[in-house]
Structures are given as structure tokens and as C-alpha cells.
């Protein structure tokens, strides 16, 4: 047991010794990596922090002529008004339709699909029915004619009988 132990102790050494290597890389590489000498990146900071420590006077007039330099213009507040033209503006969209069909606006009759369904059926009988109606008049020409013939043959026989 006692070489088991020594072993595993000498594999963590190893360990730690890859992982500060791995670390010692890193850094190296974040250097190069930003490719700037550390002189360069010191005067990078230093004026960051002028920048950082100018002086803006918004709300403090000053009485000292460099100061009066420093100062920021006021601000003008935007106008109210005008914004709320524009929201106005782009709330309301232009009609889209001119003219508005009425037809197409009223409402249908609670019918309608029961009428919709029935029309081909009513088409079917409306022919049938004009064919009947034909006949039935064809018929009443035909019996009219024998009447007719009948009458003229009966005012025929009238007259011979008269001679």
C-alpha cells in the first residue's frame, strides 16, 4: 500500500506542476494576445483616467474663465407636442378601402345556406316542370284541333242537309 500511496503523490505533484505551466501560458498568451508593451498599456490607463476625471459642469456656473470652458451647453427639452403629433399621426393608418359595398356589408338571411344547398335540386325540377307544362298544352292543341275538326264537320253536315 505504501507504493500506492507514493505513487499518487507523485502524480499530483505532476499535476499541479502541469496545471502552474498552463496557467503561466495563459498569461503569457493574453500578452501577446493584446500585442502592446506594458509601457504602452500604462499610458492607455492614464488616459482613461484624464478622461475619466474631466470636469463636466451641467448645473454649476463657474466664475473661473477655465472652468466657464467645462461648462455643458443646457439642454433644451424636446417639445411634447410635437411628439405626440407624431404618435397621433402614426396611429391613425390611412383608410385602405374608398368606396364601401353595401351588399357585401349586409348581413345574410339565416336561410341563405339552406337555399344555397336546394338550388341545383329546384334547377332539376324547374326543367321537369316547363316539360309538363309542354305536354299538358301540346295535349289541349290536340284535343282542340278534334273539336275543332268535329265542329267544322258538324257545320258541314248542317249545310248539306239544309240543300
Known sequence: MEQAVGSLQEQALKRKERLKALRGRQLQGKDQADGEPDSKRALDETEAE????????????????????????????????????DQLEAANPEPVIEEVDLANLAPRKPDWDLKRDVAKKLEKLEKRTQKAIAELIRE???????????????????????D
Open 140 to 162: 289541349r292543341l290536340k284535343g282542340s284541333e278534334q273539336e275543332l275538326a268535329g265542329a267544322v264537320g258538324a257545320v258541314a253536315v248542317e249545310e248539306g242537309d239544309s
Open 50 to 85: 484624464q478622461r475619466h476625471r474631466d470636469l463636466k459642469l451641467r448645473n454649476y456656473t463657474p466664475e473661473d474663465e477655465e472652468l466657464k470652458e467645462r461648462q455643458v451647453p443646457k439642454a433644451k427639452p424636446a417639445s411634447v407636442e410635437d411628439k405626440v403629433k
